[in-house]
């Protein structure tokens, strides 16, 4: 069964970068496509972006498009969230999430998720 777990949150200025790692294990992370998540406290979850099985198929929301960006490595079975010019209201728990899906950059129900990072975006 897979697992994901993810790492690389912290605390950042206002207009720095992060780069988060969601590493899978337990089956092969190419036959999933992978949605990037994220919750502030008091607010609903929110996907920030998607990611097809393959890596061909990138999308982001409105509220971070430009700002940042997944790719993946299916080799090493791990999934990156690049997010750069970080503004406080980025501040929340972000997550991966997986799901068999054939080649979509899926934005809907997803079925394994990772524990979550916290990402503070602060000065």
């Known amino acids: 069964q897979l697992q994901l777990v993810e790492s690389g949150g912290g605390l950042v200025q206002p207009g720095g970068s992060l780069r988060l790692s969601c590493v899978a294990s337990?089956?092969?992370?190419?036959?999933?496509?992978i949605g990037w998540f994220r919750q502030a406290p008091g607010k609903v979850r929110e996907q920030v972006s998607c990611?097809?099985?393959?890596?061909?198929?990138?999308n982001s929301a409105n509220s971070v498009k430009g700002r940042f960006t997944a790719s993946r490595d299916n080799n090493k079975n791990t999934v990156f969230l690049q997010m750069s010019s970080l503004k406080p209201e980025d501040t929340a728990v972000y997550y991966c999430?997986?799901?068999?899906?054939?080649?979509?950059?899926?934005?809907?129900?997803?079925?394994?998720w990772g524990q979550g990072t916290q990402v503070t975006v602060s000065s």
């Open positions: 337990g089956d092969t992370l190419a036959y999933y496509a």
């Open positions: 990611i097809s099985p393959g890596g061909g198929r990138a």
């Open positions: 999430a997986a799901i068999r899906r054939d080649n979509v950059c899926w934005w809907g129900r997803y079925d394994v």
